[in-house]
């Protein structure tokens, strides 16, 4: 059975056609209304059919002419994302990710993928200072493998207003987080060793541990985090060589935990010389507090290794992260250096250069405010729509809504209908390698909420409301 979207379909339906010849150069396709009663869907999933082809380039809207097939050979070769085929060692929910991850309209799908708009002022700002940094050119290549040396003076300054003590020359900046999750695994595991993990989790995750032939050992998540028991019993068993944590809103949970289990998870690492990667990368997503404390500020012996990345602010497209790595400093900076040699030297002077500016205090607060209104706006139509049916977690920050169905719903299956109508979603099947989360999903709202989310949560509810 075919379980891409129908918008999707149809619109690689039509590239082959264009591609082959068989649509020419010029040639007016059918009206909208028409494709739709050919086949046999809504306009609007042949609207976005069409939004995806004139991403590409293969058909341009024409005043009074309508929709034809665009002409330049230019633009019939272009493509944003090149198709293939996940590797085999992935497990069956990674694969299926991946595809969902790397599919050409990736940005165009609804609650799916955390992509910022680009006409976010964060990301206005930042490309306004990617242009000034163009403008002078690079110092010594002293700085190159490690990263630009104002970047990692100013994380290790933001460093310190979160309680932790660290010197600039202990960062080294990476292309984005999952970068830096795996050159931290690449360190401290071997093939065959075991990670613990607690899930649900962010599918990257899992896929990465495929990828590297490690192990993986799931912790229940609870409305506090992982069970505690539980991860201090792995801790300090041996079983796993590692733990990964996002303890600050949670992908997909938006939990965030205590700084007393910050604390005590500091602790057992030091304990039982556990290394812990900390994923930072929502926590200036947070409603609580402006400077939530990190588990590495409690951390004394340096077995903590934090991570972050902009991409979560500044966009999908910058992908500008950084790991203090604690104690595996000289192996951590090794492995970068023999792996990635240099680095994006005018987009880090440009981060450096809007962190230590004015505006960007300012214009995260009002995005973090953004964020908080169109997550409430989201859930509140949801929880009216489907009130005591579908338990929705109340996040602590970040983009994610994850959404409890009754069990005798099937996500995916769910999910499967849903893109018949061009709605598009996570199934929680995605965030765990065993079955324990077919009945969940995990919507991604980013700000403003549009009439077209509006319109498509109502749709998603009374879809919802047809399986029960």
């Known amino acids: ?272 010389n556990m290394p812990v990667i900390e994923d930072d990368i929502c926590a200036e997503l947070s409603f609580c507090e402006h400077h939530p404390r990190l588990i590495a500020s409690f951390d004394k012996k340096g077995w903590v290794l934090l991570v972050s990345s902009i991409s979560k602010l500044m966009g999908d497209s910058e992908r500008i992260g950084w790991c203090f790595p604690g104690r595996f400093k000289d192996a951590y900076m090794t492995q970068c250096a023999v792996s990635q040699i240099g680095s994006s030297y005018y987009r880090q002077k440009a981060l450096a250069l809007y962190l230590n500016g004015s505006r960007f205090p300012s214009q995260l607060r009002q995005w973090r405010q953004d964020i908080g209104r169109a997550i409430n706006q989201a859930k509140e139509m949801l929880d009216l729509e489907l009130r005591d049916r579908v338990q929705i977690t109340q996040p602590s920050g970040g983009y994610s809504l994850w959404v409890k169905l009754p069990k005798i719903i099937d996500a995916k299956k769910l999910r499967q209908q849903a893109n018949k109508d061009g709605l598009d979603f996570l199934p929680g099947e995605f965030f765990s390698l065993q079955p324990r989360f077919k009945n969940y999903l995990r919507l991604v709202v980013i700000p403003p909420l549009t009439e077209k989310h509006k319109d498509e949560l109502l749709s998603l509810s009374k879809l919802i409301l047809q399986n029960l």
């Open 1 to 272: 059975m075919d379980q891409q979207p129908a918008y999707m379909r149809i619109s690689r339906q039509l590239e082959r056609q264009i591609r082959s010849g068989q649509r020419k150069p010029g040639e007016k396709l059918e009206s909208i209304r028409q494709l739709a009663k050919t086949e046999g869907v809504s306009v609007n999933t042949i609207r976005s059919a069409m939004d995806m082809l004139a991403q590409t380039g293969l058909v341009l809207s024409q005043p009074r002419k309508g929709i034809v097939v665009a002409s330049s050979s230019d633009e019939l070769d272009y493509q944003p994302y090149e198709q293939f085929e996940p590797d085999a060692r992935l497990a069956r929910q990674s694969r299926e990710w991946l595809n969902t991850a790397v599919a050409p309209d990736r940005a165009s799908n609804l609650f799916v993928n955390m992509v910022v708009p680009t006409d976010n002022p964060l990301f206005k700002t930042f490309q306004r200072h990617y242009r000034q940094s163009l403008s002078s050119p690079p110092k010594a290549a002293v700085e190159m493998s490690a990263g630009n040396a104002q970047l990692r003076e100013k994380l290790a300054e933001l460093a310190l207003k979160r309680q932790m003590r660290i010197s600039a020359a202990e960062i080294q900046i990476t292309n984005g987080c999952q970068n830096a999750i795996e050159h931290a695994l690449r360190v401290i595991c071997r093939p065959g060793d075991a990670v613990a993990l607690p899930t649900p989790a962010f599918p990257g995750y899992l896929a990465l541990l495929s990828l590297l032939r490690l192990k993986l050992i799931e912790l229940p998540m609870t409305p506090a985090g992982p069970d505690p028991i539980l991860l201090k019993k792995v801790m300090s068993s041996g079983q796993a060589k590692a733990l990964i944590i996002n303890p600050i809103c949670h992908n997909p949970t938006g939990v965030s935990i205590s700084d007393d289990f910050k604390r005590d998870i500091a602790l057992w690492a030091n304990q039982y």
